[in-house]
């Protein structure tokens, strides 16, 4: 798990921007952590409640639960356009339609989220 951290944001600066050169400095002030991190720290919260998973159903409830829960407080950290519309999908109709249109960044999410849910939670340790 840390090497698939490490390694988002080591080539955070080259998702979009490919690199073919194996001669780059590791970590620069550019590097970031993305979707990808926030996701994989998701699926292991998820996961570490359980010795083994015997029901499946409700394994799948508690993912989307704690994606939600671990995924919101990072709304700028590159989630795709339909996955950024699965994660609002979990608020309230009333706050959705007070989302700017069209914004796949969420602009104003962080201050809904706020607002319903109180300041930022960290992430999982």
Known sequence: M?????????GSRFEFDNCKSKEF???????DFTDDTVMTLAVAKALLPYE???????FKRELVRVMHEVGMPHPHCGYGG???TWMISSL????????????????G??????SV???RRPLPK
Request: proline share 6%.
């Open 92 to 107: 309230t109709a009333a706050m959705a339609t007070a989302l700017p249109c069209g914004c796949p960044r969420w602009r």
């Open 52 to 58: 083994a998973i015997t029901d499946m159903d409700a």
């Open 2 to 10: 840390f090497g698939a951290i490490i390694g988002d944001i080591a």
């Open 109 to 114: 999410l962080p201050v809904l989220w706020a």
């Open 25 to 31: 400095e590791l970590f620069t002030n550019t590097c």
């Open 117 to 119: 849910k109180g300041w």
């Open 82 to 84: 339909r996955f950024c």
